[in-house]
């Protein structure tokens, strides 16, 4: 049953909360609130809220107190956001792996720099075992093994859970550490300055040292900074104890690197490991590796897996070879080709939705710009009359057998006053269609000048308020509306459509929709509200003391006239004005052409 919608919507939801998003791994509990963590960096995304109910669900499970549900007032993807600037370049060291990506999206190709010195840190193959209880203890053995011989150890872990759950282990062991998570993050900067010191092991998720060296024994200078002691005899006391923990590393074989799993991309796994080796700095690293990983459980081949079986392995042993880490790479590259698929998917969507969003803002910044949008307001008032005698019209019938009471009473609706149409109509038997909407034009655009003379300059201030608020509303019902219409539109292609195209379709109608109700709205709220004003010389002014304003007649995506844009301004137009008009005229020519088609 319909009734039931709701009811199935709060459902799914909850269903997604419990089963889809996991505790310390998609969100965490900070100040008794729900608090979203970014997959991509490990870092708390505080003021983020998911859309649809699913933060409520969340909260709900997690028994914190419920929010109220927030709701999308504009929205873009990165893609898109990137593409407004006229130049785009960049630097990383771990583009290589998404070249493809950046020369479809963008255009841009990527160069490989060679390293300033030679990059001489030794990759060790992955290690796999069958199970997360014996890859965590072998990592384990190892950080206290390396932390033994002198090195420090950075952990890279691939969620705050198992961040946890390997401080947890080493606890247990007695060995000291310092934990880097979402729940910890405001020491970021002190921890990785000091994480190159001898014996000190780093525990840390995704956002390890993003953008900072970890300076092999430690980051004398930050720490001389700490002290808050200015005497040059200390500073070159700290320096000279650097070098000294600066050669015990290296000694030692520099930073020793330990990745818990192998992340989806393998650029994350090279952001890890690039942590050492720096500046051709020794260092070394390894990867450990279980079955029972997201990754190896859901993209690894059978024949992975039953090779791991035929060895018939014993507790506690792994497995090293080249084969297998080439075999763990091409899961990653599959998981990599499925997540640019999305990607590009969502892209192509929000590209049909890109060209509605210039023109609303495009319209938006005319508004703003504007000194009096007088003539915006009169297309605009022309539209909705033409709009409402086209629903009461009969093709087949002449005027007078129209629904005259109908047009009248819809009229009286919108400007809060009686045309009496019926009248006209006695008065002139032969009035025509064209004449009755330049009549009805004119009468109403007599009675809004007259509203706007009694009311005086606070009018044109007040017009433009109006009318931006009630473009931001209708956009946001809008944007909502673009969104439940792409989740389901998938479906489509179970009817042989092509779900993009049915999109497209359906999106514009909805922006056409949107236009209309811009229009309507906002011819009703001017000619019907009564502005009251405490001081009368606000309602009376002279024409003398008026200052002269550009007067601007640029069309507008709110008016279905097809006429040419005229501006009568002194200064030269922008090409970002231009730009913004012909994309008006574009989806003004798409609505013109899909109303005479109704006509017909």
Known sequence: SSNNLKLLHYIQSSLRAHFLFKKDIDYMLQDNQIVLIDENTGRAMPGRRLADGLHQAIEQKEGVPIQMESQTLASCTFQNYFRQFEKLSGMTGTAATESQEFAEIYGLSVLEVPTNKPMVRKDNNDLVYLTEDEKYDAVVKEIDEYRKKGNPVLVGTASLESSEMVSKLLKNKKIEHQVLNAKNHAREAEIISQAGKPNVVTIATNMAGRGTDIVLGGNWEAEF???????????????????KLNAKVIEAGGLHVIGTERNESRRMDNQLRGRSGRQGDPGSSRFYISLEDSLMRIFASDQFKNIMERVGMDKGESIEHRMLT???????????????????????????????????????????????????LDSMRESVIE??????????????????????????????????????????????????????????????????????????????????????????????????????????????????????????????????????????????????????????????ERKETLHHETTSAFDNSQQNPVITNNQDSTSDQTSGNRRLRRAEAKIARKNAKKKK
């Open 326 to 376: 080439g075999a763990i790479e091409r899961a990653q590259k599959r998981v990599e080709g499925r997540n640019f698929d999305i990607r590009k998917m969502l892209l192509e969507y929000d590209d049909m939705a890109n060209e509605q969003r210039q023109i609303i803002y495009s319209q938006r910044n005319t508004i703003l710009e504007a000194d009096v949008i007088t003539d915006l």
């Open 387 to 544: 709009t409402e005698i086209l629903n009461f019209k009969d093709e087949n019938a002449p005027l007078s057998n129209w629904n005259l009471e109908g047009i009248e009473n819809s009229l009286v609706n919108i400007f809060g006053h009686n045309f009496l149409i019926r009248d006209w109509l006695r008065e002139d038997k032969n009035l025509h269609e064209d004449v009755l909407i330049t009549r009805i034009f004119n009468q109403s655009t007599s009675l809004y000048k007259e509203k706007g003379n009694n009311i005086g300059p606070a009018m044109r201030d007040f017009e433009k308020q109006i009318l931006l608020q009630i473009i931001d509303n209708s956009w946001k019902d809008h944007l909502g509306a673009v969104d439940s219409l792409r989740q389901g539109i998938g479906l489509r292609s179970y009817g042989n459509k092509n779900p993009k195209l049915e999109f497209r379709r359906e999106s514009f109608e909805l922006f056409e929709a949107l236009l209309q109700k811009i229009r309507h709205e906002g011819v009703r709220f001017l000619s019907r509200v009564e502005i009251e004003t405490n001081n009368p010389e606000d309602v009376t002014h002279s024409r003398d």
């Open 225 to 243: 900074e700490n002290k808050g002691n200015q005497d040059e005899s200390i500073k070159k006391k700290f320096q000279q104890d650097w070098k």
